[in-house]
């Protein structure tokens, strides 16, 4: 097995209301799709993934969904759908040879919604069963990884875990870009592994058993 050479910080944003009833949870469809690789060796940026996405079964975003993340109409009519953005985004893993070594990274996310909930949600939206077992399931590397709420909260000692602007404000730091903007997300989160790794934080202690 392969040592722990990457972490993939990722924040998907997706389709919503404040109701349900335009989009039930279950129709939720990903729009913005942002990666940031990180090198533990190098402590430094290795590549940067970022697509907008055209949702399908409601191509329509609420004004919820837009004043949350900011995304305009305009953004997501001019993207491609999923599987198209799907097939660029597993190039980009190949070419950083994630896919052929998939025990060399892991994903880091705030919170387990993005790849217990939504990814393999999009997946079986879209028909793309390459990366689910049998069972629904995610298949590697998309099915390792580290939420940085729980890295963060015990790391620390605090007696519950924060959300990004939370972990922000107890690491003394200003939030940088747009909350619910996917990149910008990724961005702040990737400031603060950097404090946990500078602080003494061993990423592969936290990876899923």
Request: with cysteine; charged share 25%.
């Amino acid at each position: 097995m392969s040592t722990l050479r990457y972490l993939l910080v990722l924040d998907f944003e997706a389709t919503c209301d404040d109701t349900e009833r335009i989009v039930p949870r279950r129709e939720m469809e990903i729009i913005e799709f942002p990666t940031i690789l990180y090198d533990l060796e190098k402590d430094q940026v290795e590549a940067v993934f970022h697509e907008y996405v055209r949702p399908t079964l409601h191509p329509k975003l609420t004004d919820f969904c837009t004043n949350l993340t900011g995304i305009q109409q305009t953004t997501v009519d001019a993207a491609d759908p999923f599987p198209a953005v799907w097939e660029r985004y597993r190039e980009f893993l190949r070419t950083h040879k994630i896919l052929d070594e998939p025990s060399s990274a892991a994903y880091l996310t705030c919170g387990d919604w993005d790849l217990k909930t939504m990814l393999p949600l999009q997946l079986r939206l879209s028909g793309l069963t390459e990366a689910l077992t049998p069972a629904g399931k995610l298949v590697p590397p998309y099915n390792r990884w580290i939420n940085v709420k729980k890295s963060y909260q015990y790391f620390y000692g605090l007696r519950y875990p924060k959300g990004m602007e939370g972990m922000l404000r107890h690491a003394h730091m200003e939030l940088e870009g747009r909350h619910h903007s996917g990149i910008d997300d990724c961005r702040n989160i990737l400031r603060l592994v950097r404090k946990l790794l500078h602080d003494g934080w061993k990423p592969e202690n936290d990876l899923p058993t």
